[in-house]
DNA sequence: TACATATGATCAT
DNA sequence: TGATCCTATGTAA
C-alpha cells in the first residue's frame, strides 16, 4: 500500500518492465477506455514519481498522470513473448498495458488520467519537495513550517509541505526524531528540523529498497536485517496504542490530528 | 457472508 | 469537519 516509497519503487520496477515498447493499452473496466485508446500503439519513454503521483511519458508526446490513493494497486506479470497467453484480468481493472514482454495492470487508482502540460504544471506545483527525489530542497520545507501555526504532526500529511509522506511514516518519523507531534511545526528548532529531514531520506530510502515500511533498528528486536523483521515488529509506534513502547516501555498513546490517528510515545517524544 | 478497516485526497459546508 | 470515492484483506459471525 502506498506511501511514497511504493510509488518510487514502481516507478523504477516498471521503467525496466515497459520502457521503450510499443504497448496495447485498454480499459477492462471501462472507466478509461477514451484513455486507453489513446495510449494504445505508443512507446513509454519513461515514469517519474513525484511524492505520490505518477508520470508516464509517451511517444509520440502524451503524459498520463496515476496516483494509487487509498486502495489502488499494480500487478505486473512478465511474459515469455507475445505468444504466452495473457492472465486472466482482475476485475476492476482500469488500464492495461500489454507489451510482448509484460503486461501490468492497474485497479482502483483515485487517479488516471491524461494530461496536458498546463494540468501537469499546476499538479507539481501544488507538491512540496520529495525526499526521495535528487532534486529536493529542504530548505523550501524549512520555510513552509515558519510559515504553518499547525503542529508538526498535521505538517507531515500536508503535500504541499513535503510529498511522500503518508500515516506511517508520519508517526514512525516522529519517534525516531524524538518529536511529539502536537509540537508547534514553526517551533522547531533548525537542529531539530535537520534530522527530521535525514530520517525522513533514510525511512524512505530504505522502504523503496525493500518495498515494505520497516523502521525499527534490527538489532533493536533481535533481527539480523531489516528485512528478516517479521511484520509486527516493524514498526515503533503506528497501530500500537496501549503497547509498551519498543525502547523505554511507556505505554503509547494515540490521538487523530488531520482526520487520521497518529501513535506516539510520550517519555521518547516529549513536548 | 458480512463487516470493519486501511499506508489518500477532494469537495462541500 | 464530515461525506465521499475507490478495493483488498483480515476477522467476526
Redesign the pocket.
Known sequence: ???GH?IHRAARLQRALLRGQPVVADSP?GRFTGGAAVLDGRRLRTVNAH??HLFYRWAPDVTLHV???????FRTHRREGAEEPLPPT???T?LRLVTADAVLQL??P?ACELVDPPAEAALLA?LGPDPLRRDADPERTWAALQRRTIAIGAAL?D?RVL?G????YRAEALFVAGLAPQRPARALARDEFDLLWAVVVAMLRAGEKTGR?VTVEPAEVGARSRSRIPRRDAVYV??RVGRPCRRCGTTIRAEVM????ISWCPRCQPR
Open positions: 500500500m502506498p506511501e511504493t473496466q511524492g505520490k496516483h494509487l490513493g487509498l486502495f489502488g494497486r482482475t476485475a476492476g482500469r485497479a482502483g483515485t501544488r500529511l503535500q510529498s509522506i503518508g500515516n506511517v515500511i503506528y497501530h488531520v482526520a487520521r490517528e
